[in-house]
């Protein structure tokens, strides 16, 4: 399959063809539901999503390491180090061993993807080694624009666009938000255990919450009223964003419209998931059921063929047709 992907694109150097996979190999293991809605892209455009998200995961995966010698020190460092070789990167420079910057500066460069969108993301990524939580949900947002916010950007221009990008981008934008909001409400426990809480500080004292009546909940298995009406804000305030979002969809280009319209499925249905256990993510890990994440994987199957029929059957007739459902057949 990444053959295939990586012919479909164009991608013929051998170091680049390698670098690619690299990413490809990172969505697999860390990004599930992510990895799932990729697949439902044309092959084509798949690498260059894969490239983004392997960056992506890199940098956050140096903000997260727990290891015995990943000290603030060593982990600012290794972020700066990073910044360093994807600024060259970015400005024509050919880094040789990092195979992840590899890939994203030539998906930078095919699609013309704003530098500034990969700065701004680094700020936020250094400010994960420092701040530990956020008074308002104002200064919430200004941490997600560069952590998320800025996805959305970076992903518009690969994705395409039947509206100007200027119009789209408000709602590419908040959908990234979106995202990141429901993996903070899902993670709030193992953020805890890493010293930060990224549920606003106003949204939590409006329940009578504070960190002491967090941890105190996280050690003790134990539930809190409190704790519970804090949560739910949250889920409140995390539809709310995807509700800005959503109008975004009907402007992508048609063949990639299920592939995010099922992302965004499968992440409010963390938001059900949560619901539906009790607000316990104190104590573990929500997941959508399985049955449920295979009725929303079939239901964007079910869309791509639609769309990648109707793309090539006015220009291309019947062979087309078979290929694009040859296509949906390896995207499931």
Do not use: K
């Amino acid at each position: 399959m990444t053959v295939r992907e990586l012919d479909a694109a164009g991608i013929t150097d051998p170091d680049l063809r390698a670098a690619y996979t690299r990413c490809r190999n990172l969505n697999a293991r860390h990004g599930r539901t992510y990895f799932l809605a990729t697949r439902l892209l044309p092959a084509d455009r798949r690498p260059a999503v894969h490239a983004l998200y392997g960056f992506a995961r890199w940098a956050d995966d140096i903000v997260d390491d727990t290891g015995a010698d990943a000290t603030p020190a060593v982990r600012a460092a290794a972020l700066t180090r990073l910044d360093r070789l994807l600024r060259r990167a970015l400005t024509g420079g050919r880094p040789t061993a990092e195979p992840v910057v590899l890939a994203l500066a030539d998906t930078a460069a095919r699609y013309a993807i704003e530098p500034a969108h990969f700065t701004d993301f680094m700020a936020s990524m250094r400010a994960d080694l420092t701040v530990t939580d956020y008074a308002t949900y104002a200064d919430l947002r200004a941490y997600m624009h560069g952590s998320a916010a800025v996805i959305g950007l970076q992903m518009l221009p690969v994705l395409g666009t039947v509206t100007g990008r200027a119009e789209a981008a408000p709602h590419a934008a908040a959908l990234g938000v979106a995202f990141q909001l429901t993996n903070f409400l899902r993670d709030v426990g193992e953020d805890l255990d890493r010293g930060r809480i990224y549920l606003p500080a106003d949204l939590l004292a409006a329940h009578g919450v504070q960190r002491d009546l967090l941890l105190w909940s996280r050690h003790t298995g134990r539930h809190d009223p409190r704790v519970t009406a804090a949560l739910r804000a949250a889920e409140d305030l995390t539809r709310a964003v995807y509700r800005q979002a959503e109008p975004g969809l009907a402007m992508l280009d048609p063949v990639a419209r299920p592939c995010v319209r099922t992302a965004y499925r499968l992440y409010r249905n963390i938001l059900d998931a949560i619901a539906d256990g009790g607000y316990a993510v104190l104590h573990r890990r929500a997941v959508v059921p399985r049955g449920r994440r295979a009725a929303v994987a079939a239901d964007g199957l079910v869309r791509v063929l639609a769309a990648r029929l109707g793309a090539r059957r006015a220009s291309a007739g019947p062979v087309a047709c078979r290929g694009a459902a040859h296509d949906v057949e390896e995207a499931g």
